[in-house]
């Protein structure tokens, strides 16, 4: 940062911590999540600015205080408002909130890096592996706008957003390599209903929010096929084992994988209708096609291409992930779920611990 440039930092810091202005978030993206997200931020107290690519949801937005496409009942507090504009959302943000579907990050991002607020702290909410580069989403956010390491924040955790968007009880976790900037995050988004938690585990909590949609796609195909809560429980448990493993092979911390980031995370996506990736997991399991399955879901469930990549990841790092091998089998090769199950069953015997 110019001299210039972190004299202002200071001094708004400054001016926030004597109450002179709120802090000021842009978040980019109007979805599910990006748009509970945002109410959070304002019910923390922060102005918010969120972007959008479609006008007819900028204007709802800022006309009804709803989105209708995704949160309709939910009014958004007053401290929101939205815009087309990227410079106009992104100018003097505090936070730079990326909340769009993890295989558009690099393109998008290459549009506003320029646009970006200097000092700005960049918040992930993107739970995916981006496809071709087995890279996790802040080293996308890191090596497209040049920012280092400290200044990239991710937020995972147990967070379904309709749950969110309601207003219930729920907890997260903001790591950064910069305990600073996750104690900033988690200020920024810290509500009576919200509670953010803080971790310097960003490898660790990233890979727990992006395996767990691979293992939600595999407890939702083995919903699909009828069959029960033993089956469903192992396949929880499991999934957890093998995230641990890639985890640990990645340099993250094994305490990580058994808090929000982890086991939160991957029971709530796995267990929940509301979740995108069980849904869809359901669907193939009672024997849709791939390409029905995506024509009935109007969301994107991110465990269907980054399933591809957390397996790739994890050959990259000599790791046995055998259920996202699975899961790749029949979401992308045409493998019968039931040929699958009867394969991974079949799998030769081993310590738990193995």
């Known amino acids: ?37 945002a109410a959070v931020l304002a019910d923390a107290g922060c102005r918010v600015t969120l972007w959008g690519r479609r006008p007819e949801v900028v204007e709802a937005i800022n006309t009804t ?32 909130v990326l909340s769009v579907p993890s295989q558009t990050l690099r393109a998008n991002l290459e549009s506003w890096r320029e646009m970006l607020h200097p000092g700005t702290v960049l918040v992930s909410l993107m739970k995916g592996v981006e496809l071709g580069t087995a890279k996790r989403m802040s080293e996308v956010v890191e090596e497209v706008a040049g920012v280092p390491a400290e200044r990239v924040a991710v937020l995972t955790g147990p967070n379904l957003a309709w749950e969110i968007a309601a207003r219930q009880p729920a907890a997260a976790v903001a790591a950064c390599a910069d305990e600073e900037a996750a104690r900033a995050v988690q200020s920024a988004c810290h509500t009576p209903y919200f509670r953010p938690y803080t971790s310097t585990d960003v490898v660790g909590c990233e890979l727990g929010g992006a395996v767990k949609n691979v293992i939600a ?10 069959l029960g809560d033993n089956s469903k429980a192992s396949l929880i448990t499991r999934g957890l084992a093998e995230t641990t493993r890639l985890g640990l092979a990645m340099g993250a911390e094994a305490h990580t994988f058994a808090g929000l980031a ?23 399991g009672r024997g849709m096609t791939l390409q029905e399955t995506i024509a009935v ?13 957390v397996l790739d990841l994890a050959r990259r790092h000599g790791v046995e992930m055998p259920i996202t091998q ?16 009867k394969e991974l069953m079949s799998r030769s015997a081993k310590p738990e611990r193995a």
């Open 1 to 37: 940062m110019r001299a210039s440039e972190a004299d202002q930092e200071r001094d708004r810091r400054e001016a926030r911590e004597a109450g002179e202005h709120p802090r000021k978030a842009a978040v980019f993206g109007t979805g599910s999540w990006g748009t509970a997200f």
């Open 65 to 96: 205080r709803r989105n209708p496409g995704y949160h309709p009942d939910m009014e958004l507090p007053a401290g929101v408002r939205a815009t087309t504009q990227a410079a106009e959302a992104a100018r003097d943000a505090d936070f730079t």
């Open 217 to 226: 796609l595999a407890v939702g195909i083995a919903d699909g096929m009828g």
């Open 262 to 284: 982890g086991m939160g995370d991957l029971v709530a996506t796995c267990s929940s209708p509301l979740s995108r990736n069980h849904t869809f997991g359901t669907n193939l």
């Open 297 to 309: 879901t109007k969301q994107t469930a991110e465990g269907v291409k980054s399933c591809q990549s």
């Open 326 to 341: 699975t899961v790749v089998g029949i979401v992308h090769e045409g493998k019968s779920p039931h040929v699958a199950l």
